[in-house]
């Protein structure tokens, strides 16, 4: 078992942010919180940024100029609920937290709140995730968007209180997590990508390489200049032991374990969608789905890592 920071926290976070690869756990982490009567995790958002940096949401609304003329908001805010938000991209749909946003929050409302704001960027990453905490009638907001994980320093930086819960997983399973997922996907290049067997595979490949590395080694600088606002989890340990490990991320938050916390189903469009409990067996059912050699080539480009993590040992594979 990977070894957690010895110091936890009491006090209360100024607000959440679950980041980490995607597959990894991290919307089981949203649901596990979300079950708390005091915290509210928003859909992701991509506000910062998001693999490619230009499609974050700020990028974006950075074209409507100075915020500090209400009319520059105004035409903002008009952007974000006339849909052409949701077409800005070639890649990709909006985030879900910007759709919930325009079906379930006053277009007056959302203006109100930047008008009143400071209108910078970080009053405007607050509204998003306060509209969704009072819609809730939660008081600690937070957000969950995997690709912040590039981000901690401008969060830490906007929130000193808040609290950074980075989700790990062994790469072979979000591998075949990943590749079995992308196959449903409608958009490019996977919808391209997919009509080629290898081609599908090598890409999959690729691009768990490099999240997962990137992933692995943020952690190591993550967890030196951070202490008090950072924390990592192995999804195979929480889903292995999840009231230990639920009540130690409360204990890191400052909020009070619930027994509801536990009462979750299978959340994932995985093998066992949709059961109730957690899904203990997906800590290791990769093992059963991978191919010999693309379990060699992580083992031979992140030996150092999974040993690190507890996902192998020197004397071979757990």
């Known amino acids: 078992m990977y070894q957690y920071a010895d110091t936890l926290h009491s006090t209360t976070a100024e607000a959440i942010f679950i980041v980490g690869v995607s597959r990894s756990g991290t919307s089981l982490m949203r649901k596990i919180l979300n079950a708390s009567a005091k915290i509210a995790i928003s859909w992701e958002n991509h506000f910062l940024g998001h693999l490619i940096a230009s499609e974050g949401a700020r990028y974006k609304f950075r074209k409507f100029g100075d915020l500090s003329k209400d009319e520059n908001v105004r035409k903002l805010v008009g952007y974000i609920y006339s849909g052409e938000f949701r077409k800005s991209s070639k890649y990709r749909d909006v985030s879900a937290q910007w759709r919930w946003i325009t079906d379930k929050i006053d277009k007056d409302d959302f203006t109100s709140r930047i008008l ?26 937070g957000e969950k968007t995997p690709a912040h994980i590039r981000y901690v320093a401008t969060i830490i930086e906007w929130f000193p209180d808040g609290r950074i819960i980075h989700m790990i997983r ?149």
């Open 116 to 141: 009143e704001s400071d209108r910078s960027e970080r009053a405007l990453f607050t509204i998003m995730m306060r509209v969704f905490a009072d819609n809730k009638n939660k008081p600690i907001i």
């Open 170 to 318: 062994d790469p072979r399973a979000i591998f075949v997590s990943e590749f079995r997922r992308r196959k449903q996907a409608t958009t490019y290049p996977y919808k391209l990508l997919k009509r080629f067997s290898l081609l599908y595979k090598l890409y999959i490949l690729l691009q768990t390489t490099i999240v997962w590395f990137e992933s692995a080694y943020r952690h190591s600088k993550y967890k030196a200049v951070y202490p008090n606002n950072y924390y990592v989890l192995r999804f195979e340990d929480l889903v292995g032991d999840p009231q230990h490990h639920i009540t130690q991320v409360c204990d890191f938050v400052g909020v009070d374990f619930q027994d509801i916390m536990l009462k979750q189903f299978v959340v994932s469009g995985g093998f066992r969608a949709g059961q109730d409990g957690f899904d203990a067996s997906a800590a290791d059912r990769w093992r059963q789905h991978i191919d010999p050699w693309i379990n060699s080539w992580f083992v031979f480009w992140f030996k150092k890592y999974l040993k690190e993590f507890g996902y192998i040992q020197n004397s071979g594979e757990l």
